[in-house]
C-alpha cells in the first residue's frame, strides 16, 4: 500500500504548488491594480476584465512551444494563396468597395491591400480569436518571460475597457493579445484605431468601417506611399553575385537594371533611381524579388518576410495578377528543429561562429550559412536548406578525414 501512500502524497504537494501559484497571481493582480487605478481605470473595469481571471495553461503552451519545423516559403504562401482565399477576397473586395474606396482616397491605401491584410490575419474576420485577452495577458505578464511588454499591454487593454469600446466579455482575440478583424495589439488600437461610423466606440471587433480606416490609417503612419509599388518578382542572370540578395543592400532600381536583373518575364526593368533591395525567400534557385520601400511598411505592420510577401502577392492575385512564375525547382523540402540544430553545430565544427546553437535559422545562423557558402564556393545566399545541410556534412567528413595536426605525413 505504499504506492497509495506515494500517490496522495504527489496529489497533495501538487495541490500546494497550485494553492501557491494562485496565490501568487492573486497577489499579483492585487498589485496590477493599484497601477491600473494610478492610470485612471476603475476598479469596476479592472473587475469585469480580470475578477475571476487565473492563468490559461494553453496560452503558456503557445508561448513556449519552439516551433517543430522550418517552413519554407513556398509551403507557407501554398497554404495562404489558396483558391478558396482567392476567390473570398475578390468578393469581398466587389461586396466592400464603396467602403475600400473611401480609405483609398483618404489614405492612400489600395483595396486589395487592406483586403489582403484582411484575409491573412482573420480569413476575412471569419475567425478573430477566442481567448479572453485580459486574461491571456494578465497570463503572459505574469509569468515573466517578455513580462515587461505583456503588462503595458494588459493595461492598455483595460484603457481600451475603460473607455467602453468593448465589453470585457467581447474582448477575445489571439493567445498573444492581438484583437479584431485586424488584430490589433492593445498598443497599436490605442495609437491608430478610429470610429469610422461615428457611433462613438472604436470597434474593431464587428465594424468593419473602424477596422478598415484604423488598419488604413495604421499604414499611412507607417509610411505606405500611394503612388508606388510594393516590389515585383523579378529574374536573376546566371552571373549574378546573389551576396548581394540582402534586405539591406538597398540600389536604384537602373543599378539592378545594369546588373543584368529584368522583369519575371524577361522585360527590362524602369529607369528608376527608386532603390530597392532583392530577395531570395526561397535561396538562389528559388523565386527573386525586388522590393521597395512599401514593402518595408508591411515588415513593419509583421515582421516576417514570409508574411509580407504573402500579403503583397495575394494584394495582387486579387487584382488579377499571376502568382511567382519561376523558381519552382527549388529545394522545398521541409527542416525539423534538430535538422537546423545539426546544421548549426556543423557549422561550428568548422569554424564559423554563430552563437549557442538552438534550433533557429536566425540571423546570426544565415550570416554563417554565407560565409561557409563563400568559402565552399557556393552562391552566397544564406538560405538555409536539406541540400545546404547535405553539403555540410561532406565537408565535416572531410574535415575528419584530414591529417591530424601534428602528425607527420613521412
Request: net charge neutral.
Amino acid at each position: 500500500m505504499r504506492w497509495l501512500a506515494a500517490l496522495a502524497c504527489l496529489a497533495l504537494l501538487a495541490a500546494t504548488a497550485r494553492a501557491d501559484d494562485d496565490a501568487d497571481f492573486s497577489a499579483w493582480l492585487g498589485e496590477l491594480l493599484r497601477e491600473a487605478q494610478a492610470r485612471g481605470i476603475s476598479a469596476t473595469t479592472f473587475a469585469a476584465a480580470l475578477g475571476d481571471a487565473q492563468p490559461i495553461p494553453r496560452v503558456l503552451e503557445l508561448d513556449r512551444r519552439q516551433p517543430e519545423f522550418a517552413q519554407t516559403f513556398w509551403n507557407y504562401l501554398d497554404a495562404r494563396l489558396t483558391d478558396k482565399q482567392i476567390r473570398q477576397g475578390r468578393d469581398m473586395l466587389w461586396t466592400h468597395r464603396k467602403l475600400l474606396a473611401r480609405m483609398q482616397a483618404r489614405h492612400g491605401v489600395p483595396p486589395a491591400l487592406l483586403v489582403a491584410l484582411w484575409g491573412m490575419e482573420t480569413r476575412y474576420g471569419a475567425y478573430t480569436g477566442s481567448f479572453p485577452i485580459p486574461a491571456a495577458l494578465a497570463t503572459l505578464a505574469h509569468d515573466g518571460r517578455r513580462a515587461a511588454f505583456f503588462r503595458e499591454e494588459l493595461l492598455n487593454a483595460l484603457r481600451i475597457l475603460e473607455d467602453g469600446h468593448i465589453a470585457a466579455a467581447d474582448m477575445t482575440g489571439s493567445w498573444a493579445g492581438a484583437m479584431g478583424q485586424m488584430q490589433f495589439m492593445p498598443s497599436t488600437f490605442l495609437a491608430h484605431a478610429v470610429d469610422a461610423d461615428r457611433d462613438g466606440r472604436k470597434d474593431l471587433w464587428r465594424s468593419l468601417p473602424d477596422a478598415f480606416a484604423s488598419a488604413a490609417g495604421y499604414l499611412s503612419a507607417l509610411g505606405w506611399s500611394a503612388d508606388e509599388l510594393w516590389g515585383r518578382e523579378v529574374r536573376l542572370p546566371a552571373d549574378f553575385d546573389h551576396a548581394l540578395a540582402h534586405p539591406e543592400n538597398k540600389l536604384p532600381v537602373r543599378r539592378w537594371a545594369a546588373l543584368g536583373v529584368t522583369t519575371a518575364e524577361g522585360k527590362p526593368l524602369p529607369r528608376s533611381d527608386m532603390a530597392g533591395a532583392i530577395l531570395l525567400p526561397q535561396g538562389h534557385a528559388g523565386p527573386a524579388f525586388l522590393v521597395y520601400r512599401n514593402f518595408e511598411v508591411i515588415l513593419a505592420w509583421n515582421r516576417s518576410v514570409h508574411y509580407a510577401l504573402s500579403v503583397t502577392l495575394l494584394a495582387d492575385r486579387l487584382r488579377g495578377s499571376e502568382g511567382p512564375r519561376l523558381g519552382r525547382d527549388a529545394d522545398n523540402r521541409t527542416l525539423s528543429r534538430e535538422d537546423i540544430l545539426e546544421l548549426q553545430d556543423l557549422l561550428l565544427r568548422l569554424g564559423h561562429d554563430l552563437g549557442e546553437p538552438d534550433g533557429v535559422a536566425g540571423r546570426r545562423t544565415r550570416d554563417a550559412v554565407r560565409r561557409f557558402q563563400k568559402d565552399a564556393g557556393l552562391p552566397v545566399d544564406g538560405f538555409v536548406s536539406h541540400s545546404l545541410l547535405e553539403r555540410l556534412r561532406d565537408s565535416s567528413a572531410d574535415e575528419g578525414q584530414a591529417t591530424p595536426v601534428g602528425m607527420s605525413l613521412s
